[in-house]
């Protein structure tokens, strides 16, 4: 139909550079960038996350919107993507950020949309990623106290230890209902 | 008698919901009280989550479609429509001119089935009983037409990838058009008897005002966002399917009260049906399915897809390893988002005024928790 | 014919004590205790025709259908839904004030109840001629005020916030309209000159329609006033925010099953009625018939009243499922703000009219 719907049908799985603008603009802030189906993406680190949306956020015609926020497991390392709107327009860049498994810690970006209270939360329950200043970093979907983080990769339903926190009754029933006495016991008496 | 400052009243801490009957499913407000004042309300969501997210990543690319029905239930054709829109982005497949016609009389006819449940309930919340039956009363029309084209009232599966599962049925078109004669009169009927209700009007008139700079740090969109004042609507923003080539208003209003986002979805359902006689006359004869391979298997890549779901911005970002099964699926759900910026509404707000707001927002429970 | 019968029995037990040589005290005595089964069976009756004539207008209303399978029409639904809430397990909540839970839908029912007393059914007087009315006027209002407590009981009994919250909204609305509705009443005493009921229902009879209070000019206000005043005593949409159900799940009955339960609606249908009596006594003739005196139809007053009573409560049902509810706070300056200033002006227009028409 539309011009822009035809490029994006035909672009999908090849990316192609960066245009110049966006290159320019946080071109010494990220780790790398593309633009695929018209969209562009920036690859940044941790460290350059805020200066980023900062940057991004200053530009005369700015990306001032954050939309969404999510996580994506990619097995070694985990990246949360950040989608930010041009005002209220068509156009959108993702940024994305990529967190080594063993320390995935990014600083929160709620000081600059309220929007992004309940998105970390869920991130952080569901990929175990810390945001660092978060003021509330409970579990939103999940139950309190549920262990694992369900949209990684590896995550393994454990039957003996589903949806609750260690439960006594669960890890141990013996102890706690009484049960049958134990064998030395049962020889002492 | 003279005014004890040390002499506080006691706070009461009240839980609202997951069981209430205004909260549109199970969600639970934790309410702090002076009276009948509220001074803090903390939504506590999650009584619903299903796993949306982790089932795509089991399931292929067929077999999750249904799945996107009962994510948000009252308007199922619209999140097909997300779904079916980011997969055959990522194969590369356009559906044909027909079913890409069809596919926006199902989201538009969907809109208006959405926007009459919340309308009733609205009216429900104030306590006038009867407009949603009234509402009910018609929407049954286009469950009816629905259920005709998809064999299902409310999780249609209608929309495959690369078309659709059968073409309209006879009488469809006919059926449709004397619902869109009939439907403004009725709209009328409503508008008198509950908008202009005086009564209605002093419980929503300045009541849960939302700014517009809340509005965007919140990310709200949709007819909640449109009636603080912002014309953002993604049918205009960044058209998709023929959406650029039909007219139709984007209602706004700038008051950011109950009452605002109440006439946006009302003004909205007389736009769908004006989108709706356009799609009628210009409904293109000709094929509704492209061929697709019987294993879907796209290339490796990425794609974030927007659409104007009835209740805002229902994004779909989805990414292909190059196998049978998404390997990362997220929905960006609109009542979520929408939802957060609850307790900013409703500072100030009296207990009465909780339910009105929350019934302004239109959430649905199923877009909350995923 | 109500007091025919009243009086056939009257003679009948005299004539069989006397027969027995038993003190005819007890005459009287027993003329009471049939008199208050019969009130009671008349409130029951009325409780359950009313909640199933309002299910099928509000069915009417909504263009639906309301009841339909118990019975022809489904005109025995109510009453099976009695019976099933008689069966139904009665639960006291933990914490919950046993007695208070227990005496809440008690007195809600009873005081709703002693109102009836005092009603003039037809010419000659109240049922049974157990109450002399000459201050029935004072006498209703002061059982319609007391009906808060069972409410509050109800409410603080139950041990729930909800409750707690629907019972002190029911306290500060009945309390706080009582004011308007006693003014509105007071201008029909001043008109009548009389606090007896019998005597404001004698002084409409002679034209029949005619000279019913209600074409009366200077009290078409206190008809407004009363009307919503009242609609408000006995918690009706648009004032209904004691049992608010979208906003407080069911208010003060929140935790109410069974029986409990029951007596609470069924009160609640009751004093709804009563409303609709009271209405008609006081501006549509009561018992006389709207063709003049005597009735050229020979129709018995007792019917006329129950006719004019269900005309008001069908208008009442009308407002309940078309209107939205009042807010708390808009409930009160509506009251204070409004009703108040508008019922001392309708009590000065009746002065007037009193001393000079």
Redesign the interface.
Known sequence: ??EG??Q???S???PEPLSAELQEIAGDLTTGGCV??G?PELLTTPENLLPLLNRLHELPEPY?????L?G??WGDRVQV?Y?LCRG???E?V?VKVDLPRAQAEVPTVTGL???A??PEREVAEMFGVTFVGHPNCE?????EGFVGY??L?DYEYDRSNPLLSPDPLREDPDAVLGGPPSEDETGAS | MTWDPTCVTEELVVNMGPQHPSTHGVLRLILRLDGERVLEVRPDIGFLHSSLEKIAERLDYRQYLPYTDRYDYLCAMANELAYVRAVESLLGVEPTPRCQWIRVMMAEMNRIASHLVYYGALGMDTGATTVFLYCFRERERILQLFEDASGQRLLYHYFRIGGLRNDLPPGFCEGLRSFLDEFPRRVAEYDALLTRNRIFRSRTEGVGYLSPEAALSYGVTGPTLRGSGVSYDLRRAAPYYVYPELEFDVPTRPEGDVMARHLVRQEEMLQSVHLLHQCLDRLPPGEINVKVPRKLKPDPGEIYVRIESPRGELGVYLISDGSEKPYRLHWRAPSFHNLQAYPEMCQGAYVADLVAILGSLDIILGDVDR | MLSFIANWLRDLLTAWFQAWHVPLVFVDILAWIVGGVAILILVMVVALVFIYLERKISGYIQSRLGPERVGPWGIFQTAMDALKLLQKEDIVPAGADKILHTLGPIAFFVVGLLGYLVIPWEEGGTIARMVDAHVGVLYVLAFGSLSVIGILMGGWGSNNKWSLLGALRGAAQMISYEVPMLLAVVCVVLLAGSLSLSTIVDQQKTLGLLSWNLWRPWLWLPVILYLIAATAEVNRTPFDLPEAESELVAGYHTEYSGMKFAFFFLAEYGNFFLVGLIFSVLFLGGWSSPFGYPDPLRIPGVIWLLGKATVTVFFLMWVRWTLPRLRVDQLMSLCWKVLLPVGFLSLLIAGTAALYV
């Open positions: 139909m539309s719907q035809e994006q049908i035909a999908v799985s090849s695929r189906a969209r001032s919107r954050l939309t969404d999510c994506v497991d993507v989608a209220y327009g068509a959108m993702l949309w309220q929007l209270f309940w579990h939103l979907l999940l139950p369900p949209l990769k």
